[in-house]
């Protein structure tokens, strides 16, 4: 008996499952906090160069605030004062307004910097002065971050297809408390860096496992509902990063309030479900068994199965090859898998490079940086509802490459509107997030159901490394604007535009069996007859 034959028979979305994507909820609503932690806790108030060292005990003492910085720090074409440069001696003639030719030249900043903590308390910025020629290093704590990320995804993804999904969740709980405690007590730039990229690998595992383990137990005729249903925990991550940022502005207590949620999710852990399509998969039919058992029973269900023994579920095609080890590298041995691997893996790369190119930068559209964090969150909920109806209607595929071609629309529109009208440029940021995170909740679905059981989460670990590739590159691209100061927004507007025409290229799953075996990848895809049952 095939195991989506068997959910349907128990309910594939009842209480078993409801219970098993709240005790997730609590883990995952950390994932959208440390992806997007950067935003505050690499957050760059205004500064200035420390011009106390000009201090010559006469004219300048009696100086107010505002004249002592007149008099020495630059003005830069806009007419604010330069964040970078000083000049070595008090320049009075600005006083009264004259230039004189004795005006010396600026020079960098001698003496550390002076921050506005109006904000922020204290951010990486403050803490180790990372601007001017150190602002790379500011945009290099994110990239570390994600490239931590890119390698923990097809690690856990290996080793949970290796030994199920669910001890490999406690091992990222267990592993992305501890790394991300460490690095809130860092004494150093290398420290700290190291240590985030420990807890971005570590927060890969839970971010994959967790899809995969909840889209296994859900039948095919609820599967889109359960797959935007589980977005949501990212938009709840959303808003709790914004309030928890508002209320706590110093970055060492900032990580440590949005990490703690994963002790909740540690002690949850004794009630997490295996996954039984792995369990069938690998042919321990035993251990599925009392799943399925369990599940039934919690959805009142049990006289559906009450014929279904460990020997039938044996006997199912599921544990035809369950004792054949699988690997990364089954994802590029035969044509249509190989095929739907590069196809895939392109479009995770775009809509990651995209969605956090945008996010990422939401002080860059003229509002606080709090506004902006819940005016995202925000706009995310009516637009996976959106989502949910465009997935039933017209499918993964189309529903994927109209997200992605509307953001890079709204990119482009951005590109042409200046930075002073910035009441336009927040709209159309608002609508670019918005269909970026509907590309990234349509993906994420999608993915999982491309894939077969035996090599799913090698595949979301292949996926998810490419899009962290994409997510790597992301911040860096921001310092293009010193070459041209369109450049960022026109290469996110590219790679967008260029991602969606990929999509066309991938198969489409609505209402489709998952396929089990790399062989099924082979085959044309079977569309389920499966009637929807009323609840």
Known sequence: MKFDSVLSEINGF???????????L????TLPCHFLLNNFMAGVPSHHCNISALEDGGVFRNLTVLQKLAVSIPAERDGTLSSCKMFTKPQYQYLSGSNSSEEASPVQCQNGWIYDNSTYKSTLVTEWDLVCHRKGMNKATATIFFIGVMIGAPLFGFLSDRF???PLL????LSSLTFAVLSAFSTSYVMFIIMRFFTGMSLAGISIISIALNVEWCSIERRTFSGVILSLDWTLGNWLLAGIAYCVNEWRMLILAVTSPLILAIIAWRWLPESARWLMAKGKADAAHHYIMKCAEMNNRSKCVSTITPKTLLESEEAETGDKKYNVLDLFRTRNIRNLAIFSGIVWYGVAFTYYGISLNITGFGLNPYLSQFIFATIEMPMKIGVYFALEKIGRRHSEMVALLSTGVCLFINIFVSKDKWVIRTIMAVLGKSMSEA???IINLYTTELYPTVVRQNGLGYTSFMARLGVSISPLIMLLEDVWHLLPESIYCAVAVGSSLV????PETLNTQLPEFIEDIEKPRRKSTRRKEIQ
């Open 503 to 506: 999509v066309l290229l991938l």
């Open 26 to 29: 609590v883990s995952r609503i």
């Open 14 to 24: 009842g209480k078993f499952q409801m219970t098993l994507f709240l005790i997730q």
């Open 164 to 166: 199920g999904r669910r």
């Open 439 to 441: 590309s990234f909740t």
């Open 170 to 173: 406690l091992v990222s709980y």
